[in-house]
């Protein structure tokens, strides 16, 4: 992913579809046969799944790297190659959004994890 977004493609962030596993997802739902398919972070029971479970140091690595809001949909895009140059720092400024989020310092708190959300 950090290839494709060096090389100008404006990733914004990624998911995992679905959060818990589907009941009859292999028929599209059209028939009631109450197969559970694992394809979910986490079982049907909340428990988390081997996919969860890698999934979360994705996030971790991730977190500083993808933007938190969808101030990147603004126009004009700025590439990564250009984040640096005059023009890119100013566009940032010039921003309310981009001004109130804050940037959490290296020591700062943990990242959240995959199962940050999940109600127990």
């Known amino acids: 992913m950090l290839r494709v977004r060096n090389d100008g493609v404006p990733i914004v962030g990624f998911t995992w579809y679905s959060l818990t596993d589907q009941v ?50 603004q126009v004009p895009i700025v590439m990564p190659s250009e984040h640096n140059y005059g023009w890119a720092k100013k566009q940032r400024e010039d921003v309310p959004a981009y001004q109130s989020v804050p940037i959490p310092e290296q020591d700062g708190p943990a990242p959240p994890t995959a199962n940050a959300n999940v109600d127990r």
Request: hydrophobic letters at 35%; proline letters at 8%.
């Open 24 to 73: 009859d997802w292999d028929s599209a739902l059209r028939e009631n046969n109450g197969r559970m398919n694992p394809v979910g972070l986490y079982d049907l029971d909340r428990n988390i799944r081997p996919v969860g479970t890698a999934y979360q140091p994705l996030i971790a690595d991730w977190y500083q790297v993808l933007p938190t809001q969808s101030m990147c949909l």
